[in-house]
């Protein structure tokens, strides 16, 4: 189900409606009961997924806690559930052995999620779960399952399982604020983008060299407004029932390295890789060589995180980072300019499916580089000049927004109701009017669902 | 606390008001082009004085003149149709005509029996948009509606319309809250002549036989009109193509003599009408121009008149002046 969308609005009304009427102690049963029937809706199959690795975890959980003694025992029971939830998630997201199967929604975040669990209770972080119904919602809170972020159990659940709440007029102020932003960069700004990229990356023999790097530098801005834009929907509609949500972005493109840009980009999963699988390889505690190739590995499993198609793309990664910390220079607009068009020409894996095509269209950035034919073609790309102007504009407008976010939600705090409404009227109605959508764009879905 | 909540109220309505602006603004005015999407809105500004009520797709708002059947015999007709009209959508647009005034006879045009499902968004919005709100609006909708197509978006056009930002003329400022003419009586004089060189070929098709939706509202047609003591005649215009099958004439005359109803095949007709392809079409014989148009009219205004107790309102002087008066303007514009 799209997250942008009248329906999911609905949800999401209904839901936030639902949450503050019902008694204090039905308000997280309540949640996984909405949570339950929206992933009904999806269909069976999907909904036994969740089932399996849910009270696999769980029951791992408890297991792992009982057992705290005796480190083998512990030792295999982490193994087991990792093993057969990590098998699951490769098996079912890359159609291996199987066909025609319904990939979960959200499988890799949940996946991921329940993983952080068992290994957080083998590391006596926190207790387990008792409640099996409570366990549930952290793996099944819908927001969050169409795409992300990945929640540790002890970030989320203070405020998940909290039950003493009220109704909170400036938190929903902010969390409408974040949703109609959220709406706003997918609807204006990813969409918009799109149909330039789609122009140019269906027809990758009329359009090479330049117009590939455009392609590449345009999906840069689209693929930002597209996921960043949907965690806002999960994290403003959270804020309106107060539960917390970390940040997945921490404005990604002004980093002055690879190293830097994954600090700052899908931090969840960066964070994830970093506990779970960086430190315990050692980390960058041993020697040089031994630290490049936990990056390295690193890396590798976040490009198959995305999908086995995107395993060079994260060793590409992997290796720019290493590269990355010997290659410096002393400008950090230069460091900044060089890091962007790395992550943008690397994009070039999710534009073009097909590893070899897109490594052509990368190699043709250097072998065909025909500005002029850019220049000539750009108003046949399927935008017109006030569409361009509308996108440069919104682009410049959510950059800038993101960048001094805090500055701005400090200043708004402090002015009056009305200002306040008349800055969300004129955001719904910039939206109505500039959005993309409808009857003639097919491309509503966000990109990161399918991961 | 009062004076917040007024300035609330007052923003909160501001809004609305911007709103309610922007989808006019966006929506098509269909005005100077396509103006096929005027067709259904233009009778709302008509008196509502007609004996004669035609129904259905491009067959009658292209092949019928109700000035000539005025001119010719008195009738005072106006034509209900619009492009690629489903036979639900004539039957929401007969109920919606009802309520402003009962005809003495109502022609539908049987070419949409061979359509069993919308054919095209485009085609539901030349139909719908301009339609006044209603009950009969709102079920034509979701009898009309396409799978990618949504409710909300004929509510709020600007959810369909938002794109057109770009691509605002003068003719959406001007034609903002107001609408000009575009026909006459329902009729769109076309007087452009491309003659009929060829028929293209006939295919044969897998099924003959009317989908049981087509023969379901085809019967709410007839039943609609028995209710209010309206004779119906059905009618299938000279088009030469998309071909009229035999065996959809002959599921037609079945309909029509169980009933006891007339059906008229004007393609029957051709030669007693002296309809001549090479100078009386605007398309190569799917539709009539101006000069067929006027033929066909005065034949079936003497069909009318001999079949049916119709009113000769050249005789009445009330009307008879503004007809005389739409007449001068008609005559003007095909001179």
Known sequence: MNLVSGIMFLIMLVTAFLYYVVPKKAKPYTLLAISVAFYISLGWQPLMFIIFSTITTYIAGILLEKNAENKTIKKLILGVTIILNGIILVVVKNQIFVKNLIVPMGISYYTFQVMSYNIDIYREKYKAQKNIAKYFLYTMYFPYLSIGPINRYNDITPTLYETNKKFNLTQSYYGLSRILLGIFKKLVVANRVQILVSTISQDPNAYQGAFALFAMLLYSIQLYCDFSGGIDVVIGFSKILQINIIENFNNPYIAESIQDFWRRWHISLSNWFRDYVYIPLGGSRCGKLRTNINVLIVFTLSGLWHGTAYVLWGLLHGIFLIIGKVVKTPSKIINRIVTFLIVSILWSFFIWPDTIQACQMIGSIFTQFNYQALIQNIGNLGLSLANYIVLIISTIAVFFYDAKKSKINEKLKSKSVEIKLILTLSVILVIFVFGVYGIGFNASEFIYNKF | ?335
């Open chain 2, 1 to 335: 606390m009062v004076k917040k909540i007024i300035k609330i109220i007052a923003i909160l309505a501001i809004a609305l008001t911007l709103f309610y602006l922007l989808n006019k603004l966006l929506m098509p005015k269909y005005m100077t082009d396509l103006v096929e999407g005027s067709m259904i809105s233009q009778y709302y500004n008509e008196e509502k004085n007609h004996e004669v009520i035609f129904v259905g797709d491009c067959e009658v708002y292209a092949n019928f003149s109700p000035m000539v059947l005025y001119q010719e015999q008195g009738i005072t007709s106006y034509i209900r149709g619009s492009s690629q009209q489903m036979i639900w959508q004539s039957y929401y647009i007969l109920k919606e005509t009802l309520k402003y005034e009962v005809p003495k006879v109502v022609v539908f045009n049987v070419n949409s029996m061979r359509y069993s499902e919308p054919v095209s968004e485009a085609y539901n919005r030349l139909t719908l948009d301009k339609m006044k709100w209603s009950k009969e609006k709102y079920d034509m909708i979701n009898a009309s509606m396409l799978e990618n197509e949504t409710m909300a978006s004929y509510i709020f056009p600007i959810l369909r319309y938002h794109d057109r930002f770009d691509k605002l003329t003068e003719e959406d400022i001007k034609y903002l809250f107001r609408e000009k003419k575009n026909t006459y009586q329902g009729f769109l004089i076309n007087k452009e002549v491309k003659p009929l060189e060829s028929i293209p070929t006939v295919k044969k098709l897998a099924n003959y036989k009317f989908a049981d939706i087509d023969y379901e509202y085809l019967q709410k047609i007839l039943d609609l009109c028995k209710e209010n003591n309206i004779q119906l005649l059905l009618i299938k215009a000279p088009s030469v193509y998309p071909h009229w099958y035999e065996e959809y004439d002959a599921q037609i005359e079945e309909f029509a003599q169980k009933n006891s109803i007339n059906f008229v095949n004007f393609l029957d007709k051709v030669e007693e009408i002296g309809i001549d392809y090479s100078k009386d079409t605007y398309d190569r014989g799917l539709h009539l121009n101006l000069t067929g148009a006027t033929k066909l009219s005065k034949y079936f205004s003497k069909y009318l008149k001999e079949k049916y107790n119709l009113t000769d309102y050249r005789q009445n002087k009330e009307v008879d002046n503004i007809y005389q008066e739409k007449l001068k303007q008609y005559n003007a514009e095909i001179s």
